[in-house]
């Protein structure tokens, strides 16, 4: 007979696998930012490697973070759900403390490490992603079914946003909001009730926009931005130049003309822009594919979670996904001309601590959710050798029922041993299939 204790060590033994593409596209990405901070920044000081050397460090540092993300387990991690979104607010009201945060250019947005400046909104997207996932888990129901249980993290989401208007930082808050949106959506939400929200918010967003002259600028300035271009337009309209004389492959890595101190910010907002007139539309397509994938793979590892009923999980990957293809869509966008200018670093790529820290731990979180999927998969199959896949169509695998009556005791025993959808005591709902077979 089987010893039961020493089967349980041995189902504890299995492990999982960590996404080789996630982290192909991770580590591919980091690469070719290395590459193009030492390219793009060389002229900026007196010493070539400033730049380089401190985007190394901190990439260094972010892997170590990383690691650490890869071997925490999610639900350790979900218990701190509530400090996570106190130290949300702490961070952001940390920065109006006098000899702790620290002002540039007359924003209000770091912290003063000592060692370094740590931009603290970096550090609250990765914890209100986390803490928004734990929320969708608890309130599912709830959420799809009640006005105020999706109210609630929609009024958190204002609150977060009203703190970083103050700092200012417009373009974080439009960012922080859009993942809320997107999470509320992909978590099963009712989408009427969620329109009312939106229509109304979006014109009192929109007012906010033009209510600061800089910011009306940065609009009239992104539609035709050679009307003044030694003005408002000077951004945009170099980085244009940088696009236009990437042409196909580019002028050569090294060789761009405008990052000798005619594009501003070149190794962080418009690295963009360097990496399109060095390496053309060769680069542009590369790094597109390269964010296409890693953020692909990142929904597709949500999807799978939410079949598995890892809810958690996977709303923690589709947070992700929604933060880096955001980011990544605006940052490219604002350098090409198609949205107004913003000062939005490109994911793994733009040298900046803050952004290379926290991106590294969001990774390192995408890692975790690939293991912890591929364990149970794993441990799933071998305690159900002979289940079938639960991607089979009803043609492969034909299934005859036929009507058997149960004796009471048998029927209540089945109902208590049936799986629970939702952790909520109202009405369980029917979990969307995402285009497979539930």
Same mark, same amino acid.
């Given at each position: 007979?089987?010893?039961?204790?020493?089967?349980?060590?041995?189902?504890?033994?299995? =492990?999982?696998?960590?996404?080789? %593409?996630?982290?192909?596209?991770?580590?591919?990405?980091?690469?070719?930012?290395?590459?193009? /901070?030492?390219?793009?920044?060389?002229?900026?000081?007196?010493?070539? +490697?400033?730049?380089?050397?401190?985007?190394?460090?901190? $990439? &260094? /540092?972010?892997?170590?973070?990383?690691?650490?993300?890869?071997?925490?387990?999610?639900?350790?991690?979900?218990?701190?759900?509530?400090?996570?979104?106190?130290?949300?607010?702490?961070?952001?009201?940390?920065?109006?403390?006098?000899?702790?945060?620290?002002? /540039?250019?007359?924003?209000?947005?770091?912290?003063?490490?000592?060692?370094?400046?740590?931009?603290?909104?970096?550090?609250?997207? /990765?914890?209100?992603?986390?803490?928004?996932?734990?929320?969708?888990?608890? +309130? @599912?129901?709830?959420?799809?079914?009640?006005?105020?249980?999706?109210?609630?993290?929609?009024?958190?989401?204002?609150?977060?946003?009203?703190?970083?208007?103050?700092?200012?930082?417009?373009?974080?808050?439009?960012?922080?909001?859009?993942?809320?949106?997107?999470?509320?959506?992909?978590?099963?939400?009712? $989408?009427? @009730?969620?329109?009312?929200?939106?229509?109304?918010?979006?014109?009192? +967003?929109? +007012?906010?926009?033009?209510?600061? #002259?800089?910011? $009306?600028?940065?609009?009239?300035?992104?539609?035709?931005? %050679?009307?003044?271009?030694?003005?408002?337009?000077?951004?945009?309209?170099?980085?244009?130049?940088?696009?236009?004389? =990437?042409? %196909?492959?580019?002028?050569?890595?090294? *060789?761009?003309?405008?990052?000798?101190?005619?594009?501003?910010?070149?190794?962080?907002?418009?690295?963009?822009?360097?990496?399109?007139?060095?390496?053309?539309? *060769?680069?542009?397509?590369?790094?597109?594919?390269?964010?296409?994938?890693?953020? =692909?793979?990142?929904?597709?590892?949500?999807?799978?979670?939410?079949?598995?009923?890892?809810?958690?999980?996977?709303?923690?990957?589709?947070?992700?996904?929604? %933060?880096?293809?955001?980011?990544?869509?605006?940052?490219? =966008?604002?350098?090409?001309?198609?949205?107004?200018?913003?000062?939005?670093?490109?994911?793994?790529?733009?040298? &900046?601590?803050?952004?290379?820290?926290?991106?590294?731990?969001?990774?390192?979180?995408?890692? @975790?959710?690939?293991?912890?999927?591929?364990?149970?998969?794993?441990?799933?199959?071998?305690?159900?050798?002979?289940?079938? !896949?639960?991607?089979?169509?009803?043609?492969?695998?034909?299934?005859?029922?036929? #009507?058997?009556?149960?004796?009471? !005791?048998?029927?209540?025993?089945?109902?208590?041993?049936?799986?629970?959808?939702?952790?909520?005591?109202?009405?369980?709902?029917?979990?969307?299939?995402?285009? @497979?077979?539930?």
């Amino acid at each position: 007979m089987n010893d039961p204790s020493r089967q349980a060590t041995r189902l504890e033994a299995i =492990g999982g696998r960590y996404d080789p %593409w996630l982290l192909g596209a991770a580590v591919a990405l980091a690469s070719l930012g290395v590459v193009m /901070v030492a390219s793009s920044s060389i002229e900026l000081t007196d010493s070539p +490697f400033y730049y380089l050397s401190r985007h190394l460090i901190f $990439l &260094g /540092v972010g892997a170590g973070l990383a690691f650490w993300a890869m071997r925490t387990e999610l639900k350790t991690i979900e218990q701190y759900n509530q400090m996570l979104l106190l130290t949300c607010f702490a961070l952001l009201i940390v920065v109006f403390v006098p000899g702790l945060g620290s002002s /540039v250019n007359g924003a209000k947005r770091w912290i003063n490490l000592g060692v370094s400046k740590f931009q603290t909104v970096e550090a609250v997207k /990765v914890l209100y992603i986390v803490w928004l996932s734990s929320y969708l888990v608890r +309130f @599912r129901d709830e959420v799809n079914a009640t006005w105020p249980a999706m109210l609630k993290p929609l009024g958190v989401a204002v609150a977060l946003v009203g703190l970083l208007l103050m700092q200012p930082d417009f373009g974080s808050s439009t960012l922080l909001l859009a993942i809320t949106a997107g999470m509320l959506v992909l978590g099963g939400v009712n $989408l009427p @009730r969620m329109s009312m929200p939106i229509v109304i918010g979006l014109p009192a +967003f929109a +007012f906010i926009a033009i209510l600061e #002259p800089y910011r $009306l600028r940065r609009i009239t300035s992104f539609l035709n931005p %050679w009307a003044d271009q030694l003005g408002s337009g000077y951004q945009l309209s170099n980085a244009l130049m940088a696009v236009g004389r =990437g042409e %196909w492959t580019g002028v050569g890595l090294g *060789a761009s003309v405008q990052k000798l101190n005619y594009l501003p910010e070149a190794h962080t907002d418009f690295i963009f822009s360097v990496i399109a007139e060095e390496l053309g539309f *060769a680069g542009v397509c590369l790094v597109v594919a390269l964010y296409a994938l890693l953020v =692909g793979r990142a929904f597709w590892l949500g999807m799978r979670c939410v079949e598995m009923k890892r809810h958690f999980s996977g709303y923690i990957a589709f947070g992700i996904g929604l %933060w880096v293809s955001m980011q990544s869509f605006v940052s490219i =966008g604002v350098n090409l001309g198609i949205l107004p200018t913003k000062g939005l670093t490109l994911p793994l790529i733009s040298s &900046g601590g803050s952004s290379v820290l926290m991106t590294c731990v969001a990774v390192g979180l995408l890692l @975790r959710v690939s293991y912890e999927t591929d364990r149970a998969e794993r441990l799933r199959s071998k305690l159900s050798p002979n289940a079938q !896949p639960a991607t089979a169509s009803a043609a492969e695998a034909p299934v005859e029922v036929t #009507p058997v009556r149960e004796s009471a !005791p048998v029927a209540a025993a089945a109902q208590a041993a049936a799986p629970q959808r939702g952790t909520s005591r109202m009405q369980p709902r029917v979990e969307p299939s995402y285009g @497979r077979l539930a």
